[in-house]
Every structure is written in structure tokens, then in C-alpha cells.
């Protein structure tokens, strides 16, 4: 049952939303409907530099807050919108690495991320005040979540250098995946072991050797945002039929999936049960009173509360980081000897700073959960813990007898979180569950990869983990919503949310009127928006409005005719930063475009959200009064 804050109240601005806000309005929208929170519409709270909400509960204060383009600690009060946001904070540039191309990613990303965000942020807040904390305001900007999401790779560009670790091969535009076969199906390819790998392309007649080297580079997708795959590989597939290849993948151990549109997604009856039912999958069950442990953490809301983790990779461990970043323990269980990603370079004081920039905040236990002893020493944790979250793949929680059920028994009152791949219900049968649930697999599957292509030009989606991130905030979003509903209702439970799942979310609007679910309008498409390069720097330009667009108008005007045919030439005239501060003075969303994320802390509207130190870091989305 989803609806497990029905008694709660959100009022905010849903009937007529600010068109660069629209989409984080109609996405917040969305996320509280599906759990049942009463929904109240506000008459004010809105302006072109931002909005707000208040949270109510039965027993709590309530929370006001404040979402802003810019964070407030800049001072700055430019107009800004999805695609500015992008621009001014690297996304474009990292999304352009594989194309060669800067590029806005087509979607609405970090709209999304906001709004999931700004719920968390103040269910969080409410949770706060029920441990006795005071917090009634709390503030996020859509800045903030864009960095959150690029802090992987800013520590990466960042680390003891000023080049962005980038392979040479990067730099000339080598296709990337997604793949096509000769009957013109456009797919993706997946494995995590390297040996089906190089079973699939020798069956091909592909030489061991450059097997090797296109899997170095097909492992660098996750971490580089690029796939300098050697041009035999995608050559060698063009002569070969989609069946074909999907049988031959079948013999050799490597997963495909094909890049389905968002016209096949609103077919598929297991979307719109996805989509009503909104992000999570809640198993709420009767528990004892959860104590009000508080050790005033800095004051954070979630100080005193204990996070178990057992998670890999990016989408798990980001949950947990966002969990320490509102003030809880985070406890991470890893295999002896740690893990394996702590060495990915490149490296800081001998970890991995895009591992650190996810888990510097947690205490590390090393525990071998295969064994009887591991095993143990778990359960003993979780009995004194207020979460446990994992991300395992299908059916392991049960086979180490570890699931919701076998920690109940120690913790009734445990959240019991599971971050999965594609499904929310726990259904053995899914059908998906034998292929890999990983970023760009789910990209392809959900549409996500053919609205990206469709807007950007390309084959299929991005390299830039689009899914893992978001799918982490949603995994903590949910955690944080069962924690708050545990404290109102006296609730233990099981919180599943999946790659899939915040795919649905990052297309929500796509299935609007398909479903007829909701009477609020669907975000407006932007008129314009565009990457311009100038006299000195890149400029991104984005009118949401026509009042815009006859504003741009009015400051290009020469007196002569054609002005946007003559557009690439007339911003030649000046510096990007000088176009910038004509634009924003007249009210038009325009931003430098970050070309290299090095540069990031140099901008000083977004400085106070960033630490410099052996590598950037991206400091907590959220202030809290």
C-alpha cells in the first residue's frame, strides 16, 4: 500500500506554475500524490526566481519550503530554467562527452531531482521535529541537485590535476553505444564479467586483442561517460540481424535489450500499474514504538538514527550518502579486504575519489555476509539499526537469509529498504529479472534512451548515469518517507524502489494523458533553447515563455530582418559572460556553458555549494532552520 502518509497535507503553487519551475511543480505533484498525501493548492509562493511548499502532519510544525534556481548563499538572482542548470553546471558538457557534442540531455533531469529532493528535504524535516529537533524551513535550489549529480565526475576531473582524466580517444567522436544490427534494431549490450564479453566478439570474428581493448573502454562508460569502443566492433554488428545477435548473446552469457520507444512503454499494462502506483513499494507491517534516539548531530534531522548499508556501485551507495548527509550513522558493510571500486583510479591518499565523493561520511565494516559468522554479526547489527539497505541483485537477500522478513524478527520496527533494478513488486516472475538491472539496460528498456535520442540527435540515451542517480535519491526518498511514517503510525516495513521505477518518474509526463490521472497541466516545452558559441566561451540561452523569446528579440535586434537565421553571428560580437548579463538583466534564463568541470569552482554562484580540497566536493543539497 502506497498511500502511507494519507494523513499529511502539501499545499503548493499547482495550478498555474511559473513555466521554468513547471516541470518541478508538476513532478513534486506527482511524487506526493502517489502517497496519498491531501493535496491544497496555493494562490502565491511563486516567482521566476523560485517557489515554495508547506508540509503538514497531524502532530509536527509545519514545514515551509523553499525551492530556488540559484542557491541562496550566492546572492545571485538570475533567471534560470532546466536547461540553464545543465549548461552552468556541467551536466551538458559530461553528456556531450560521447558524441563530442555539448548537448542538453532532452529531459527534464534536473527538475526531477529537485522536486524529489525538496520532499525529501521535508519529510526529513518533519521527521526532525517528531525527535525533537525544531527545524519548520528548509531550502533547496535546483543548483544544488544538478551538482549532487555530477559529484562523481567532478571529483574525477578534479583530483591532483587540471585535465579531466579523459583517454585520448575521447576526443574524436567514435560512436558509442548503443549498438544496431543489420535490420536496423538499435540495442544495448550488457555484461559485468569480462569473459562473455570476449566470447560474443570472437564468435564475430573479432581478434581477442581488440575484444580486450573494447572492453576497457565499455567498462569506462559507467565511469567516464564515454565508450571508445574501436569502430570494428559496431562494424561487425551491422552485418549480423537483431535475432541473430540476441541468440548468439543468449550462448555467450551477454544480456541485450532493445531501445524501446516511449510509444511501446504506454502499451505495456506493467507501466501503468508502475506509474500509478508512483516510485516505491511500500510492505507497511504493525511494529513497536520506534525509540526517539536523538545525538543532535549538528542538529541534522536524522541525527541518532542508524543506517545499516550493503551496497555497490552508485545507485545504493548514493542513498546512503544522502541518508549521512541529513545527520544519520551510516554503517557500510563491506567484503574483506573492501571494496573492489575503492581502487578504481583515479586516486586520493589511496582511495578512489569517485568512490570517496559517495562514501566518505560512512563508518566501514568489513563483514563476510556469505558466511554463517557475517551473517551474525548482521542480524546483531540491525537490532539496534533504523534502516538496512542493500541492493543486491534479485533473490540474493533470500538466499542469505537476510530479507525484510528474517530482520523483522530481531527489528520489528526496521525499515528494511531494497534499491533494485528493474522491479518494485518483488515479483520472482518479472520478466526482466535475468537480464542485468543496470543504468543503461533500464535506459533502453524504459524509453528513457529514445526521448534522449529523439531530442539530441543520437543513436540512443547517455552515457551520464542518469538512472543510478536519480535512482539513489529515490531510494532515499522512499527511506526517509517510511522513517517518517514509522514515527506517525508506528510502522515497520519493507520500502522497494528500483532504476525502473525512476525512470517512470523521470517520464511522468509523458504518461499523463495517456492515463488521465492527473488535472494539472504537463510541463510547457521550452520555445527556444540553445547551445551558441561566442566571442570567448559557449553560451546556453533557453526561453520558456514567448514574453521571453520577444525579450531576446528586443536585445539582438540590429534593425535588420531574419534576426534568428543571423543569430550564430550576432553572438560572435561578444564574450558568452557579457551576452549572460544582457540576458539576465532582461529576465531571460541564459548561462555560461561549463566545458570543463575543473571550472565548476571558480563560478561563484555555485563556490558555496562546493569544498575543495585533494578533489571537489559537492556538499549537502539541503539547509535546514
Known amino acids: 500500500m502506497n498511500h502511507s502518509l494519507q494523513n499529511c497535507v502539501i499545499t503548493g503553487p499547482w495550478e498555474n506554475p511559473a513555466s521554468n519551475f513547471s516541470a518541478a511543480i508538476f513532478s513534486l505533484f506527482y511524487q506526493t500524490s502517489t502517497i496519498g498525501m491531501k493535496i491544497k493548492d496555493a494562490h502565491d509562493g511563486i516567482d521566476e526566481s523560485g517557489f515554495s511548499f508547506v508540509l503538514e502532519t497531524p502532530v509536527t510544525t509545519p514545514v515551509v519550503c523553499e525551492v530556488t534556481a540559484w542557491d541562496q548563499a550566492s546572492e545571485s538572482n538570475n533567471v534560470a530554467s532546466e536547461n540553464i542548470i545543465q549548461a552552468a553546471c556541467g551536466l551538458m558538457s559530461v553528456h556531450g562527452r560521447a558524441s563530442g557534442k555539448i548537448q542538453s540531455l532532452g529531459l527534464n533531469y534536473v527538475s526531477t531531482l529537485t522536486a524529489a529532493l525538496a520532499l525529501q528535504g521535508a519529510t526529513a524535516a518533519a521527521l526532525g521535529q517528531l525527535r525533537g529537533l525544531p527545524h519548520a524551513d528548509v531550502r533547496i535550489s535546483m543548483v544544488s541537485a544538478a551538482l549532487l549529480s555530477v559529484s562523481q565526475y567532478l571529483a574525477d576531473a578534479t583530483v591532483n590535476t587540471t585535465d579531466e582524466n579523459l583517454p585520448a580517444a575521447a576526443k574524436n567522436r567514435i560512436p558509442a553505444p548503443p549498438f544496431i544490427s543489420s535490420d536496423d534494431v538499435v540495442f544495448e549490450l550488457e555484461t559485468l564479467n569480462a569473459e562473455p564479453w570476449l566470447k560474443f566478439w570472437t564468435r564475430l570474428g573479432i581478434s581477442a586483442t581488440l575484444a580486450g581493448k573494447g572492453w576497457t573502454a565499455f567498462l569506462l562508460r559507467y565511469a567516464k561517460a564515454i565508450a571508445p569502443l574501436p569502430d570494428e566492433l559496431f562494424h561487425a554488428l551491422t552485418h549480423v540481424t537483431y535475432q541473430d545477435i540476441a541468440a548468439l548473446c543468449s550462448q555467450t552469457g551477454l544480456s ?259 492515463y488521465h490521472f492527473f488535472e494539472t497541466n504537463v510541463p510547457a516545452v521550452s520555445r527556444f533553447n540553445n547551445i551558441y558559441a561566442t566571442k570567448q566561451g559557449m553560451l546556453a540561452i533557453e526561453c520558456c515563455d514567448e514574453a521571453a523569446l520577444q525579450r531576446l528579440f528586443q536585445i539582438i535586434d540590429d534593425g535588420q530582418i531574419d534576426i534568428m537565421q543571423r543569430l550564430d553571428e550576432i553572438l560572435l560580437t561578444n564574450s558568452a559572460q557579457e551576452w549572460v548579463k544582457l540576458f539576465q538583466q532582461a529576465g531571460i534564463p541564459a548561462a555560461v556553458v561549463i566545458e570543463d568541470l575543473a571550472d565548476l569552482y571558480d563560478c561563484p554562484q555555485l563556490r558555496p555549494l562546493l569544498n575543495r580540497g585533494s578533489y571537489t566536493q559537492v556538499t549537502s543539497p539541503w539547509s535546514f532552520q
Open 256 to 514: 541485450i535489450c532493445p531501445v524501446q520507444t516511449m510509444s511501446d512503454r504506454v502499451t505495456d499494462e506493467q507501466l501503468k500499474c508502475e506509474w500509478l502506483n508512483g516510485p516505491w513499494a511500500f510492505e507497511l507491517t504493525t511494529a513497536a514504538t520506534a525509540s526517539f534516539r536523538n545525538n543532535n548531530n549538528h542538529g541534522l534531522p536524522l541525527s541518532g538514527l542508524t543506517v545499516i548499508e550493503s551496497c555497490r556501485r552508485i545507485q545504493g551507495p548514493l542513498a546512503g550518502h544522502l541518508l549521512a548527509l541529513l545527520g544519520a550513522e551510516v554503517i557500510r558493510i563491506e567484503p574483506p579486504g573492501g571494496d573492489p571500486l575503492r581502487g578504481m583510479p583515479p586516486l586520493s591518499d589511496g582511495c578512489s575519489v569517485r568512490f570517496d565523493a559517495l562514501n566518505r561520511f560512512k563508518t566501514i565494516r568489513e563483514i563476510d555476509i556469505k558466511s554463517a559468522a557475517g551473517r551474525a554479526e548482521v542480524m546483531e547489527l540491525a537490532k539496534n539499526a533504523d534502516v538496512f539497505l542493500h541492493n543486491w541483485a534479485p533473490h540474493k537477500a533470500a538466499q542469505l537469509k537476510l530479507d525484510a522478513a528474517d530482520l523483522a524478527d530481531v527489528n520489528p520496527a526496521l525499515v528494511y529498504a531494497y534499491a533494485a533494478g528493474w522491479s518494485n513488486d518483488g515479483d520472482s516472475s518479472f520478466r526482466l529479472n535475468a537480464i542485468p538491472g543496470t543504468d543503461f539496460m533500464v535506459q533502453a528498456h524504459s524509453g528513457v534512451a529514445h526521448k534522449i535520442s529523439q531530442a539530441c540527435g543520437i543513436r540512443g540515451g547517455t552515457l551520464f548515469t542518469v538512472l543510478d542517480l536519480l535512482g539513489g535519491v529515490v531510494a532515499a526518498q522512499g527511506i526517509t518517507i517510511a522513517l517518517l511514517n514509522r514515527y506517525l503510525n508506528h510502522t515497520g516495513g519493507k520500502v522497494t524502489s528500483s532504476l525502473l521505477s525512476a525512470a517512470t518518474l523521470l517520464c511522468s509526463e509523458d504518461f499523463q494523458h495517456q
